[in-house]
Every structure is written in C-alpha cells, then in structure tokens.
C-alpha cells in the first residue's frame, strides 16, 4: 500500500518541466492514485500535455485552468483533492527585478491563496516547492520565493485540527529546465558565443528525477513544518562552459542584476535547527508542531554543528567536465557531443 493509492492529487503549475516530469512519475510508479489534476494558466500548454499521455492515463488526469492569484478558482479546483504540490511560480531573475509586483502577486499572494483554499478543503498534505535563491536572498525572486516558504511553514501553527501538514523543498538548478544555464549554453554554442557571468561563479545541479523523488519522500514523511534541503553536486560555471563547447572562448560578461557568486540553500543562521537526515537536510520550525525528540529518533536525524552552512561554492560534492557531459546525455540529448 502506498499514501498515493486511491488519492487525488493537485499539481499547480502542472505543465511546467517539474509538473511533467511529476505526473508522469506518479501514474507510473503509483498506478492505484485515483486522479491527478493539473493547475496551470495556459491552455495551449495544457493541450500539448495531453499529446503526451495514452489513452488510459488521460482517464486518471484532469486539466484545469486557472490561476493561484485566484482564490475562488482554487477552492473550486481543491473539491475532492487529498494532496496538492505547489510548483506555480514566476521565476526568472531579472524579470522579478523589472517587475516586482508581479512576482509578489505570484508567489507570495498565490502562496497565501493556496494555503487558504486548502484549509477550506478537505487536502491532508501539501508540499511547495522552493528555490536556493531564497536562502539569505539579494534579489527579488529569491525574496518572493522566502515569503512563500515562510508562509507554508507558518500554516501548521494554524491547522487547529485540521488533519493537514505544510512543508516545503528546497533545491537548486534543475538540469534542463527552462532557462537553466546548460540548455542556454547549448543553443548559442551554434552562434559561436559562450556568454560566462563571472569566472568564479558555481550553481548547485539537480536533475528533475532527483527533484521529483524529493517531492515524493516530502509528501510520504512529512509531520509539517519542514523545509527539505538535498544533498547535491556542485559545478563551476566554466567547466559547464568547456564541456559543451571546448572549443569557444568563454566570453566573461559580468553577473547579472540579483545573481550571487555562490548559491546558497542552508546560511549559518539555518544551522541551529537543521538536521541531516541521511540524504537530505531538515530546517524545522524554531518552535515545531511536533515533539522534537520523536522525530529525531524516527529519522534517525543528526543536528548540524551551529555555524554549518551549505553553500555551491563550500561543497564537498563536484561534477566534473566529463560529468557533466555524461548528465547531458542522460537527462537532455544522448547524442550530445562537445562543439
């Protein structure tokens, strides 16, 4: 028996890379869920969707259109859903530096709207997903994004009882997703550019599969509360650079407006309530719903020495240039081969 049998489950932002891959993942690792919906606002991107499941999937999927600045529509959406992952954000830099309102709309109004409309339901787990740019964030995104974490960990202080938890992952680049680094370098490769930010500059790596699991153990593990931090790879900007195109002259353009050199997903002042759980981190609550020393012993969890700080450019894991060509190949283009 799985928590995903004989469940609905609601994905905002449902035709996004993470959403795709996620569905796709639960209807063929958990063929007993009983229906999955997908929460999105374009329609033309939820037609494409459909292209991509059989006939038999298509009768466990439903598509719905909306968006999380409204309230009403979700409540709507929420009737008859058991779970709901959160993954409907605006999430481009610089655009959240042009226009700022937007973004809060988005991802702090939509984030207070979800939480909202599950109360008003009957949804017993809910996982948003989240960014390593809202770690001590410089720029707008990243701070939109700390809001929306804030407010999904705070919701557990008020469920009363309500059986319903709210955690959220943190993770960072996902390898091929849409405006990531690696598929960037490998369209303009072609144009005979190799645009670098800065030389010193490195980004944590995840690949959706990796992302989605973490997802899927947030939903069956969670007591509320925590935010779930991966143990993942780190690669310099450069070595991305040189294993796709070897050949060009990386060209050092400066950072842009709201980048940091180094990533961050745990700060110093994380460390006094984060503990290791195996293969990812726990931050937990300063004040947890739940009594600290059980969940310590079910998990089996280890706390961090105060001061610990987990950052892409302090790592202890590194991909290398043949790493990251070998991961090209894996997860974006098998028949990848350097310029």
Not at 123 to 136: E, M, P
Not at 309 to 333: A, F, M
Request: charged share 25%; with cysteine.
């Amino acid at each position: 028996m799985s928590i995903f049998d004989d469940k609905a489950i609601l994905v905002t932002g449902g035709t996004g890379s993470f959403g795709k891959r996620f569905i796709h993942t639960l209807l063929t690792r958990y063929p007993e869920v009983r229906r999955i919906v997908v929460f999105s606002r374009d329609e033309l991107k939820q037609f494409e969707m459909q292209q991509e499941f059989s006939a038999a999937e298509l009768k466990k999927l439903r598509f719905f259109l909306g968006d999380v600045r409204d309230k009403e529509r979700l409540c709507r959406a929420f009737e008859g859903i058991d779970m709901v992952v959160h993954a409907a954000a605006l999430k481009q830099v610089p655009a959240a530096e042009y226009n700022p309102s937007e973004f809060i709309k988005t991802n702090i109004m939509g984030a207070e709207n979800v939480i909202a409309a599950a109360f008003d339901s009957q949804i017993s787990r809910v996982v948003a997903l989240s960014t390593d740019k809202a770690a001590a964030p410089i720029n707008l995104y990243g701070a939109t994004k700390l809001c929306s974490d804030k407010l999904f960990i705070a919701a557990n202080n008020i469920r009363g009882k309500r059986p319903i938890r709210f955690s959220a992952v943190r993770y960072g680049n996902v390898m091929g997703s849409r405006g990531s680094v690696i598929p960037f370098f490998m369209h303009i490769r072609h144009k005979g550019k190799m645009p670098v930010t800065d030389a010193s500059m490195t980004r944590f790596n995840i690949s959706l599969d990796e992302g989605v699991d973490m997802v899927l153990f947030a939903l069956e593990q969670q007591w509320g509360g925590e935010l779930y931090v991966p143990k993942i790879p780190s690669y310099k900007i450069l070595d991305v650079a040189k294993a796709i195109a070897p050949s060009i002259e990386p060209e050092l353009v400066g950072i842009r407006p709201g980048e940091k050199i180094h990533e961050e997903m745990i700060t110093e002042a994380d460390s006094f309530t984060t503990y290791d759980m195996g293969p990812y981190y726990a931050i937990l609550p300063q004040v947890p719903n739940f009594n600290l020393n059980d969940f310590v012993q079910h998990f089996k969890a280890q706390k961090v020495e105060q001061g610990f700080r987990y950052s892409s450019g302090n790592n202890t894991q590194w991909l290398s240039v043949e790493d990251i060509r070998n991961l090209i190949c894996e997860h974006l283009d098998p028949e990848f081969k350097p310029l």
